[in-house]
């Protein structure tokens, strides 16, 4: 039976007309025989163009990558289809599908987030075609599964400053992701990371105006965390930076 099935498929791929390759490979398909499928699709689709089959050779082709786990070519010809058929009965699966592909193609957060900041356009281009898609559920929860994705990797970037003692880009990265994310689960640690890094960055320098001016600086710092978690999980430390901070000032203020 296997070289049956070998002689066949070499049968169509050698001889075989464009839509005798289109009917053997959706049948592969069909059949989850994604390799052959694959091998008839490529060769066809472009030898189709023009003609009425084509949509339904894109269309196999784009899921085919698909079921194979190859999501940035599914990602590739699922644009590709919608964007060649754009009144056809699939468009709004193929936009989803296009969203969906480079969903599962986004990286861990600590890698490169190409795939993440494609995929969360397409999705801001698809809603807005499709507000109410039989689609919003999966919609919603990818959404919120990519920014809660770049709002991890913005909190790391924003703390490896601190740990590696570069305290006046700490402040700066802390502070920004204190802006783009205020309801992050991480506010507490930020706030106060923030603070230690201003308190660090003041006992580093220079005696002078400077210093005293980063001083103030962590002492506002300090206010907007014990004001925002009076009863936060860095309180203690925070008090104990804060004393620090007092008795810096007033040696400061007495060598003047």
């Keep these: ?10 049968r169509i791929q050698k001889t075989g007309t464009p839509e005798e390759k289109l009917a053997k490979a959706i049948e592969y398909y069909n059949s989850d025989d994604s390799y052959k499928a694959g091998v008839l699709l490529e ?20 899921n085919n990558y698909f079921k194979q786990k190859q999501y940035i070519m599914s990602a590739f010809y699922f644009k590709d289809f919608y964007l060649t058929y754009p009144r056809s009965k699939f468009v709004e699966e193929t936009m989803y599908m296009h969203v969906y592909s480079l969903y599962l193609s986004s990286a861990d957060y600590n890698l490169d987030q190409q795939s993440t900041y494609e995929c969360l356009k397409a999705l801001s281009v698809f809603s807005t075609r499709y507000p109410n898609t039989t689609y919003l559920k999966e919609c919603e929860m990818i959404y919120t599964e990519l920014n809660t994705k770049l709002m991890h990797k913005a909190y790391e970037h ?24 205020p309801n992050s689960p991480y506010l507490d640690k930020s706030y106060f990371t923030r603070f230690e890094a201003q308190y660090h960055l003041a ?3 220079v005696q002078g105006k400077v210093q005293i001016d980063r001083y103030y600086q962590a002492v506002e710092y300090y206010q907007l965390y014990i004001d925002k978690f009076p009863d ?10 804060y004393d620090k901070i007092s ?3 007033e040696e400061l203020k007495s060598t003047k």
Excluded: R, W
């Design 232 to 241: 936060g999980k860095h309180v203690k430390d925070a008090t104990e930076y």
């Design 247 to 249: 008795k810096a000032l």
């Design 203 to 205: 006992e580093n320098s």
């Design 158 to 181: 924003s703390m490896m400053y601190h740990k590696v003692g570069n305290y006046k880009s700490a402040v700066v990265a802390i502070s920004n992701f204190i802006k783009d994310y």
């Design 1 to 10: 039976m296997l070289n049956v099935a070998c002689s066949e498929f070499s």
């Design 43 to 62: 060769e066809v689709s472009p030898i189709l163009k023009g003609k009425a089959e084509s949509e339904q050779a894109l269309y196999y082709l784009a």
